[in-house]
């Protein structure tokens, strides 16, 4: 009785043997479907595929950096400057969700270079801006006040040079935007 056990479990060996052997070699990676990719990510599943993103700065308008001319009228305590900007309703824009932005950049080649959003308090000189219309222009008001009359020190010189930044209405709202911050929203924006 001993041997055909023995027998019976040598028989069933074999067969195991020659049934895997069978199973490994009869399949290659080649013969198959491909399976469906498996998920990832933190929590485990895949995220929706977003839209395509915009080109480009995103429709954001900028304006050269342009030095301080001050208007004719303005007086050693109080500048003014309009910057025109040609074909867009300023008024409208904001109306409709718009961000108008000033900067105005502290430069001395070698030594500094600062980019700051008005308004802002340079000493005692205070620089802000308003948006001025009329039925021939549109533009950014610049503004400037010094009660110890030295408005002109920052006229005609590259040291102090201001430009408009026009963020559109979807932009700044699909974007958590910083704009007090120049070189953030310069990187974001594409400026």
């Known amino acids: 009785m001993k041997t055909t056990t023995t027998l019976s479990f040598l028989k069933m060996g074999l067969y195991a043997i020659m049934g895997l052997s069978v199973l490994l070699t009869s399949c290659s990676p080649e013969d198959g479907k ?11 599943k895949d995220g929706a595929q977003g839209p395509a993103g915009q080109d480009g700065n995103a429709n954001v308008i900028a304006s050269d ?20 900007v040609k074909d867009i309703d300023l008024e409208e824009f904001i109306a409709t969700g718009g961000v108008v932005m000033v900067y105005l950049r502290f430069r001395q080649e070698g030594v500094f270079d ?3 959003p008005l308004p802002f308090t340079d000493a005692e000189t205070y620089f802000y801006f308003s948006i001025f219309s009329n039925e021939s222009v549109s533009g950014v008001l610049l503004r400037a006040t ?8 920052y006229e005609d ?14 932009v700044s709202e699909a974007n958590e ?11 974001i924006l594409g400026l």
């Open 157 to 170: 010189t590259e040291t102090f040079t201001v430009r408009y930044v026009l963020v559109p209405a979807n």
């Open 34 to 44: 491909d399976g469906i990719d498996g998920i990832d990510g933190i929590d485990g």
């Open 146 to 153: 010094n009660p110890n009359d030295s408005i002109f020190v």
């Open 65 to 84: 950096w342009q030095t301080i001319q001050w208007d004719e009228g303005s007086l050693p305590n109080f500048g003014t400057m309009l910057i025109d």
């Open 114 to 116: 600062e980019i700051v």
């Open 177 to 187: 935007l910083n704009l007090n911050n120049y070189k953030e929203a310069s990187k």
